[in-house]
């Protein structure tokens, strides 16, 4: 029995040999018909020689036998009788000529120009996926060939495997090549070799050749053979003994870690590493049976990458339509909700003004209803008469009045006077008047006050405990000249400053006891046409405004829209009566900048998203910061402020009465349903994506289940072909 030699090299004698190949320069014999040039290599049996056919021109390889001593006649006849059984076969590297006789002996095959795949190997590294495939679905085709007449490779490797100018893969060197009915081992390349081969008793099968496919595949998408290392490699050349060397293969073959370096290999697929891992397979029932199921395996996958495309439309239209079904669904929901938001939000703006204007009219009424008590009380006879006998007839009240008026009184002289005026007789009729008009309270009044034209009060009562009024003067107050805001100078004094001439309602006073902040509504009595005074009342401005539906989401404020220094004031807010119920009076920041309505900024009565100041307030406050609805109307009066205000305008003219409401909640409705139909809409899209998810898995399912059992039909089928074609190449040799 003769082997491969080319097994038994250590890696000394493997340098040894590629010395010797790079000195030659003179082929070994002259070939008649063939001038040999060009020296290609060698090997365990002699070496190769580039040559031209002298008759034809063609080039060809001629392979010299020169290592006559360990020549087996017998394996050289073998392996031109299995290139006489391939002849025609264009995926093999054809023989042409054969020198028994010659000494050398020799044969002369066809040359292939472009070297062999070991040498595309070397220059490369590693090859892109396709190409490996295209590569290893020739060679499987070749193979295919081959066993069909009967041929079994038994050494395939990217050294036996030559490009021709195609660069489409041709079978070479059957030097190892058994018939399918041959009992004979033969022994294949180190990691390319299928364990089970590496055994001098091992019969040849077709699974050595799917084993040494699977490694060539392999080796061109990393580099490397299977299971090669330097240390597997150091542990092999240590044995010397064949048995030993091939047994130690074996054990390395089936003992060495899991193959891992293809599957991380860029662009390769799960059905690539499956036949790579089927090819390689320990297990030869685990094996494909035949390259003809390799080959039906490479189809399979071939076929399902075309139809990936198809399949991936099938389950991505859908969802891309789905998508695009979505994107203008919710941009027509988006633009849906957002005009009904804005529709909402408008029609809540609208009744929320609607609202503004009826509590300013609620609170005009009540202001004008005022007016009406002080006119009347300004033009009651008696009480006219009272007046007058205090600030006119009583020629000593009037000298106490006018030494009271004059600013530069002393303190001490100030307070005699005081004391004198206040016990006299006449002025008490016009305090007891004043203080059952406190008493009644019809209408309610936080105080009633009287003055002399020059602004000194002559009677005052309030509703709680006041600082001592009577006997000082108050002409720099707004509602004794009629100004937006009080005179600076306190020394100031009638003429220097005007009186009113008619029903006036102040700007806002602070109470002095609270902080609360009040209006004045005075107006001036007459006896005939001389002016004898004013009487007054002061209401606490927070209690006019009357809000039906009141609540922490919705509720009415009164804003102060006249004279610099309360201009944007609140005068009244929920928060009051929480900062007043803790605090028994209202903090002084609410005055300041940062607490005011910024009325210049309303260009128009209603306003979304507007910004409460008194939500700055800690703690209090926060329950107010949040975005609101607000809507604002101004509160007019036809006795006292003049004509009515053009509503189109700025609105500051006067009191302004502004209507708060929650954005969020104005928009609850909208926020519910936007949260139904989102719950819709995913529930809709989950049966969408289960109904396709569903179909695209059955459909998946059905083509692996085909493409399987025909992989395995095919395969069983190509068994079956196989071994007629051998049948009937035996029965035709032995006729």
Known sequence: MSLDRTQQQSSKDRKLAQELSQQRTRPPAEVQGYDTRVFIGSGAYGEVWRGIDCNTGREVAIKFYTHRGGLDWSLLSGEVEKLRFLSADRYVVQLLDVGWDSDPPYYVMEYVENGSLDDLLQRYGRLPVEAAVELFSELAVGLVHAHGKGVLHCDLKPANVLLDQDNKPRLADFGQSRLSDEQTPALGTLFYMAPEQADLEAVPDVCWDVYALGAILYCMLTGAPPHRSEQALQELDERVDLNNRLGHYRQTIRNGPLLVQHRSVPGIDRALVEIIDRCLAIDVKARFANVSALLNALRARSEARARRPLVMLGFVGPILILLMMILFAWRGYDQAISNYKSAVEETTLQHNRTAAINVAANVSNEIESYFRRVEQLASDPVFVQELAEVVIEDERLSKILERLSDPGISPGDQESFIEIFGHHEKRKFLQDRMENLIKNQQPRAAS????????????????????????????????????????????????????????????????????????????????????????????????????????????????????????????????YDEVLKELNKLPPQFKSKEYRVKLDDWESPQLTEYFDPLSQYEPHG??????????????????????????????????????????????????????????????????????????????????????????TRNGELSVLTSFSSMTTRRITEKN
């Open 448 to 575: 009633w006050f009287v003055t002399s034209p020059d602004g000194t009060h002559v009677a005052a009562a309030f509703d709680t405990d006041s600082r001592p009024v009577v006997g000082k003067n108050y002409a720099y107050r707004t509602y004794f000249h009629g100004g937006q805001d009080d005179v600076e100078d306190h020394s100031l004094r009638p003429p220097q400053i005007p009186r009113i001439r008619k029903t006036h309602l102040s700007t806002t006073l602070e109470s002095t006891a609270t902080d609360e902040y009040k209006v004045a509504i005075s107006t001036p009595v007459f006896r005939g046409d001389q002016l004898i005074g004013l009487v007054a009342m002061s209401i606490e401005i927070g209690r006019l405004v009357q809000f039906v539906g009141s609540s922490e989401d919705h509720f009415a404020v009164l804003v102060e829209g006249r004279g610099a220094a309360f201009k944007g004031v609140i005068l009244q807010h929920p928060l």
């Open 622 to 711: 926060q329950v107010y910061r949040r975005s609101w609805l607000a809507s604002g109307a101004p509160v007019t009066f036809s006795s006292a402020m003049g004509t009515r205000p053009d509503r189109k305008e700025r609105m500051a003219p006067g009191l302004l009465v502004l209507i708060q409401q929650d954005q969020a909640a104005a928009i609850t409705p909208i926020t519910d349903l936007t949260s139904d139909l989102l719950h819709l809409g995913v529930v809709a899209l989950s049966l969408f994506l289960v109904v396709v998810g569903s179909s695209y898995y059955f459909v998946v399912r059905g083509f692996w289940q085909q493409n399987r059992g025909s992989m």
